[in-house]
């Protein structure tokens, strides 16, 4: 498992916005980004600002995610990661 997170550069303390994939490593998502997820982001990107990748480990937990102080609405960006990943099977 690993967890994805959104984080605002201004507050980076954002534990809420967080979700578990189902991925055992961070390789094996590095290894999921396919045409699919890049046009995803892309559109991510372009409709609630821009996204900018981070990884890292805290407690034992592997995340990734991405943070910006340009997502402009952290909720919504975060419901349709979640959907993304749930369509390709990956949501924990």
Known sequence: MIRFK????FYDSNEKYFFDLNF?????FYNFMDNDFINFKKNMD??????NYF????????????FSN?????????????E???????LI
């Open 70 to 82: 340009e997502i402009k609405d952290f909720p919504t960006a975060l419901e349709k990661w979640k």
């Open 24 to 28: 055992s490593t961070r390789i094996s």
């Open 46 to 51: 372009s409709l609630y600002g821009k996204h």
């Open 55 to 66: 990884e890292g480990k805290k407690s034992d937990i592997d995340f990734i995610g991405y």
């Open 84 to 90: 993304f990943f749930k369509s390709k099977n990956k």
């Open 6 to 9: 959104l984080n605002d550069d």
